[in-house]
């Protein structure tokens, strides 16, 4: 039960309508016109609270819930309890997401610039825009239709924002053009100089840093995560791409659609990630790598040479996740016989 | 000698308020009056000074060492130079750390309430708080007694913090309920939307997170440190919990008591910690794993599976310290044979 | 080409003054007076622009350049088509780097104290210093002529700041004396506790923090890197040592001159680096060790031993990198006969 003090239910809704929402058949036998007043976990579910099943590993959670209706798979739905509505999708965490996000609608603000944010005259603002106080917006910024602007976020002169973008506190945003329906979150910084000099013991000597950073449409970026501007070419965040806290990104990356970002990766300058890619927590890509379609780098991984698409890798440095785990029981069976001689 | 531009000594104290403080007898032969005048470390300290040794790979440091006084433990003892008094105490370092306490108390804030600060009215704040301009407090906080939260920090709607808590700057938190005599330094971010979505090649689904992040008393909390609030449960951190710089800690994540959690380190969603686990720095840690209580991890491991309590593991992915021992010998002289033919 | 919406360029220069800034000399042939316009990466580079080749895996680029003019190594000269002028220099990145500081100087900000700053009437500030809305500066900081303060940032009592410092926005300083010519990006924390408490099941014991942090001139110090004040002896980084983003710098650590830190490292507390060490990304090094002279440490290393000068290192734990490339060999040829039996 999600504390309504932080949280403001939309509900009840029909099971015809969450069926509707999430894109799935409701099972013979269910009313339509049963009423669910809420989502939960499937351990703290009761009869009129809707849930999921994702992962296998829940599966007893799952047999002993008492929430009033579930999405699961198909193959999933015989270990319901008799008393649980088993609304079947090849995507539970998906339809469950529809569903919750009707049950919960992200919180909007009302119009309302501060009078104590420091704005630029020569700044462009959307309509319908909520700008809090502590925000700075530099000379020639555009901002979008309908964007949020939390307190004591900084974006510094010519960026461009789209429409619908959310940008939370402490933020810093400069050289850089920006999608509609963006979410940033606090303490992000955007734009900054690469790490870019040439290495002289009398000296580094600094590269000026002269790319921007392009953000495509429906990008989330989380907390303190810091994306760096390009040296010469852009940085580049495709379109639908999720980013988690504590993220590197260094100058020039260019990240393609729909990837998925994990906390605290790092990727180093120059290295382009093609669509789809996922990167799991704390990994490392070296700098001018390409790693291809759909490539999955398993969490901590340091890659060290390009992965073609579609391939799954682990390791330090990375290989092809079959060969990590061959190398492991390996060294595993070569231990085992150690202790026997 | 702590520079007095940046600390203020409330010495000096004599060797007996130095022993009842830190729980230690005084030595035969030593004056309980004798006059101790600041701390310093064994190469820093002079004969008015008072040192520790907890680390045996300062002990030639402790030999040629000038303080007058000095916390170690039965065992080291015999090592300190004639005109040293040895402190003898199971714990130096605690020891230590209580006398410096009385030497160095933390700075008191007196209180002020700043008109640059931006507060709702009707959040409620305690008696003694001490808040500086550039501060936002959302509608329904409550504020506990004697709180200090310094420049342009961001607390959002209905945020619950106790009494004596200090929150350092620029920080930003939302969806949370923060115990009394808690510690939050500068960047840090709380209750920001844990990264939770359902991956789709149409464009990923945000799942509304709808728990909240629960801080027990008594914790610490790193800068630029990121505890995302739950997905549907909560997220919690156990009372006197240690968290270090720039750690990512994710939905859902159950710290238990008295954990240590060093900088770098990464725990993902809906991982559970019990009491008095140790993290070093740069761990990661799997999603929807339970490591028991008194575990310890070392530098940069990788788990991916539980750990039992009580267990020391190490290594990538993590295992038993000794079969990670094991392996890197087996390695070695695989290695050298290789050499040798 | 550069956006001009964010950056403005100085140029067109001639060949000659191009090459005395950059310190190198004109081919036979080539006209002192031939001008060029603009810098950028070879793929992008036009008649009028001038680049650069200093990694070997662009050569093809290289080979199919139209720019007019490219700083390259004399034996890669000759591989320059036939309308692109070759300057030869050792070192083609840091005459780049010279040049394309010609074209894009610096951006100035023109002397200003915002009205709304928080300056303490305690404090000094220099000549020609720029400071933004919402900048806090403490009692008695000394900030050094012709610094940059934006907007947001706080800095404490008795900190001191050098000349033609620039400081990015919502960055937090305490505890600190810091040079001139050194930037700090923006989220950067300075001067923070170290992570220093006596362990303890009744509650772990908050070691007094009683050092500083000393930074020396023309430092760079990325966005949202953390360093933490000594707990005795100082923190220090020393002149011209450049830290990526994400870089946590514990207690008491001391690093050398010219040094390399790259994005997420962790260096542990009282572990000293000595002059010119690269730390490549995600690197952590152990508490109280040294890192000799010219040491290289490989990305997502974990050092846990003291390092000679000049070796380089790679491996978790770390080894000398030569070392750990046999194992990596030994290793695949291990599971190549474990699949051939």
């Known amino acids: 039960m999600a504390d ?19 894109g799935c058949a409701l099972p013979s036998g269910a009313s339509p016109d049963h009423m669910i007043s809420d989502v939960a976990p499937l351990d703290q579910a009761d009869s009129a609270a809707l849930s999921f099943l994702d992962n296998v590993k829940y599966k007893v959670q799952f047999q002993e819930t008492e929430a009033g209706a579930c999405f699961v798979t198909k193959g999933m739905a015989d ?40 704005i630029s005259s020569s700044a462009k603002i959307g309509k319908g ?14 901002i979008g239709q309908n964007c949020i602007i939390e307190a004591n976020t900084v974006i510094r002169e010519n960026v461009q924002i789209g429409e619908y973008a959310r940008i939370g506190s402490s ?23 690469g790490f870019g000099f040439a290495i002289d013991p009398a000296g580094h000597v600094k590269v000026p840093q002269l790319g921007r950073v392009i953000i495509e449409d429906h990008v989330e970026i989380g907390a303190n995560t810091c994306i760096d501007r390009g040296a010469g070419p852009d940085t580049l965040i495709g379109q639908g791409t999720w980013i988690d806290n504590l993220v590197q990104i260094g100058h020039n990356v260019k990240i393609g659609k729909g990837c998925v970002i994990v906390a605290q990766v790092g990727i180093a300058g120059s290295t382009a990630l093609e669509d789809y890619v996922v990167a799991a927590g704390q990994v490392g890509i070296a700098g001018h790598l390409t790693i291809g379609t759909g490539a999955k780098i398993a969490a901590q991984s340091g890659v060290t040479r390009d992965i073609p698409a579609g391939e799954e ?22 231990i085992n016989k150690g202790k026997n001689t």
């Open 313 to 334: 890798h682990m390791g330090y440095p990375s290989m092809p996740i079959k060969q990590f785990l061959r190398q492991h029981v390996t060294l595993k069976s070569l």
């Open 129 to 142: 825009a909520y700008i809090e106080a502590g925000v700075h917006i530099g000379d020639h910024v555009q």
């Open 4 to 22: 309504p003090k932080f949280f403001t239910n939309a509900g009840p809704f029909s099971l015809q309508q969450i069926a509707e929402c999430a």
């Open 171 to 193: 933020a810093t945003i400069s050289h850089a053009i920006i999608g509609a329906y963006v979410r940033i979150y606090p303490g992000v910084r955007i734009g900054q100089d």
């Open 79 to 118: 270990f319901a309890p008799k008393a649980t509505i088993a609304l079947i999708t090849d995507n539970p965490h998906k339809a469950y997401a529809l569903a919750a996000q009707m049950f919960y609608p992200p919180i909007e603000r009302l119009t309302q610039i501060s009078d104590q944010a420091h």
